[in-house]
């Protein structure tokens, strides 16, 4: 905490059930007003479901977990210990979280997870599409948090890796969760999911919140998807969730500059950033972004902010 230009240390966090290899602080996140932090641990054991369950029994690694800390003055409390309705080992449940401004909405990623279902709260339990990934919206009433919604892609399919770090917007209205590892190889948006004939291409599914339900509103690719470049690497959304950034570090085009040629491949991993814009309901890329001097291995991408 700043206080009078002196940065001082408020807090020292640690999970309510500290163990080996839990990873607590992996990824996280704070509420713009600054009360409210919520801190991803991918190794966490417990094979607890839902929210403050049974936190001892580790018979579960890798399941994950989120936990809540809110703060009253300077004085910093658990509020809540966050798992997935079906957690289960090796969902890495919080490798990343993410919160709405005011603390009352947050995306968590599970990309170990297997279910095989698809879109909006499907069915959990049909594990049989090993690391397709999930991704689980949380919403805060008071001080009671409930899991809202289960997000799967609309072509789920074997270590697709969805839900590797999605995010929410800063009004809690929209999330756009990643799969670096899907396989598709139409580009743009809303293009053919199905063929996978292009492995690790990646894709971003872009959901929409109406009052409480989550619909998914678009499917996006680059405009030049290409074998293994693991889209994206990180993303960035505008408050209103109207404009996406997603960076590619693993883009190979030796274009420089804004809206360059996409398509020579002749500088391995020098990365690129795509941004799309929304309106209304329909999703478009903006912009294709690559540095002014870029070189092989640059991995322009690798960190994205908005």
Known sequence: ????????QQAYLKASNTNT????????DISSDGNLIAVGA?????????INGIQTDN????????????????????????????????????????????GNYMVVGAYGEDSHATGVNGDENSNFTSSSGAAYVF????????QQTYLKASNPDVDDNFGMRPIISGDGSTIVVDANRESSASAGINGDQSDNSVDGTGALYAFRRSGTSWAQ???????NPGFQDYFPTRMALSFDGNILVA??????????????????????????????????TTWTQKSYLKTSNMETGDRMGYSIAI
């Open 139 to 146: 919403h805060r009433s008071g001080t009671t948090w409930t």
């Open 247 to 280: 960076g590619c570090q693993s883009e190979d085009s030796s274009a420089r500059g804004v809206n360059g040629a996409q398509s020579d491949n002749s500088a391995d991993g020098a990365g690129a950033a795509y941004v799309f814009t929304r309106s209304g």
């Open 59 to 102: 018979s579960a690694t890798n399941a994950g977990a989120v936990y809540i800390f809110v703060r009253s003055g300077t004085t910093w409390t658990q509020q809540a210990y966050i798992k997935a309705s079906n957690a289960q080992a090796d969902d890495f449940f919080g490798r990343t979280a993410s919160l709405s401004d005011d």
């Open 21 to 28: 290899n839990d990873r607590f602080g992996g990824g996280v």
């Open 217 to 223: 509103e678009a499917y996006i690719k680059t405009s």
């Open 1 to 8: 905490m700043k206080t009078n230009g002196t940065w001082q």
């Open 42 to 50: 991918r190794g966490e054991a417990s094979a607890a479901t839902a």
